[in-house]
Nanobody
């Protein structure tokens, strides 16, 4: 069935780095725009990055520009989120999603993964 599965989260020190992965099964990933979202306890879900079907266009939230990089490998049916210079405020559950447009608006995405926890702490 159509699934997205995130991995790569964990406990990281401030200023450290992580690479999150989003693996698709049951459909061909290159048919979709992919976005990463995050949600911290007590806060709204926010879009952080998205990428076009072939990877030629990207969009980032202002809060993560210069620190986050989204990329995709359609041959592996996988999208990545490289996170550098991690800050405590990056702590959240990170979700990937697939949809029809290059947008950070969550309502436009059709398929969602289960999330992976990122915790930034000393």
């Amino acid at each position: 069935q159509l699934q997205l599965v995130e991995s790569g989260g964990g406990l990281v020190q401030p200023a450290g780095s992580l690479r999150l992965s989003c693996a698709a099964s049951g459909f061909t990933l290159h048919d979709y725009y992919i976005a990463w979202f995050r949600q911290a306890p007590g806060k709204e879900r926010e879009g952080v990055a998205c990428i076009s079907r072939r990877g030629g266009a990207t969009k980032y939230a202002d809060a993560v520009k210069a620190r986050f990089t989204i990329s995709r490998d359609n041959a592996k049916n996988t999208v990545y989120l490289q996170i550098n210079s991690l800050k405590p405020e990056d702590t959240a559950v990170y979700y990937c999603a697939a949809g029809p447009l290059l947008t950070l608006a969550s309502a436009r995405y059709d398929y969602w993964g289960q999330g992976t926890q990122v915790t930034v702490s000393s």
